[in-house]
């Protein structure tokens, strides 16, 4: 039998949870700074403010960074997509030896695209990481996640398909952001993420609809175009950091939310 021993009370939202839960699974204040015995809630009192256990950083240099390496990888990925468009034209040209020779000339660049891409992806993860740890020191309460977790979750393969959203748009939401700003994570995840699939099927398609040098001629202008689409798509993310920024900003200002 369950005693008061095995629950914890949030002195924040009164919630009970049990005694394993490290945050409310209401309003995600941690258990170290928000928990009280049940007994000893007071449900006629306001709840006393948490105590705020980090002051606020500017996560702004962060986005900078997130920035630049962003437009950054579009500009490389654009780059090495149309170099391999142009090898493929060779081959299906027949001209196999200057599409080895260009191949070769041009691979340290192909190299390039996933270091890039895999330095943006942690400078973004530092970023989500700042405005998350900023959350409670300016009022607007405590993630789902801690910032250490915020910082693993982009890193996850097939968990940050989900996490890169939804992070964004509670910390929208906890800013007080309004549903403008929600619906571009919307438009950016929907721009990036099922573009891949689409693709992929393109290229199954051209794959067995015709011989291999139609394929060799049309796989390239796929992958630059749903490439394309997919840049729109990082752009509008970038929008949505700086709309985060801007929010950040007024809290710490004092400003009304927008």
């Not at 914890?8 to 839960?21: D, G, H, M, V």
């Not at 400078?123 to 309460?141: E, F, K, M, Q, T």
Request: with cysteine; charged share 15%; net charge positive.
């Amino acid at each position: 039998m369950k005693t008061e021993a095995d629950f914890w009370a949030c002195s924040q939202c009164r919630s009970i949870n049990p005694i394993k839960s490290d945050r409310c699974y209401s309003c995600h204040a941690p258990r170290a700074v928000a928990a009280v015995r049940p007994t000893d809630m007071s449900m006629s009192s306001a709840p006393a403010p948490l105590a705020v256990t980090s002051s606020y950083r500017s996560s702004v240099p962060r986005a900078i960074l997130v920035t630049v390496l962003t437009l950054l990888f579009i500009a490389c990925t654009l780059t090495a997509l149309w170099v391999a468009w142009t090898i493929g034209l060779l081959r299906a040209e027949g001209e196999r030896e200057a599409a080895d020779r260009l191949l070769q000339l041009r691979l340290p660049f192909f190299l390039v695209v996933p270091a890039v891409g895999a330095v943006t992806l942690l400078s973004y993860a530092a970023w989500i990481s700042r405005v998350v740890d900023n959350l409670p020191a300016l009022g607007a309460g405590y993630s789902r996640v801690g910032p250490t977790m915020a910082f693993i979750e982009p890193l996850l393969p097939l968990i940050n398909v989900y996490s890169l959203a939804a992070r964004a748009g509670e910390v929208i939401q906890k800013l007080g952001g309004g549903t403008h700003g929600l619906a571009l994570v919307a438009l950016a995840w929907l721009l990036v993420v099922p573009t891949f699939g689409v693709s992929a099927w393109i290229l199954r398609f051209e794959r067995y609809a015709g011989t291999v040098a139609d394929f060799f001629r049309g796989a390239g202008l796929t992958l630059l175009v749903t490439f394309g689409i997919q840049s729109i798509g990082l752009v509008v993310g970038l929008w949505v950091i700086w709309h985060i920024e801007s929010l950040c900003s007024a809290r710490a200002d004092g400003e009304p939310s927008r």
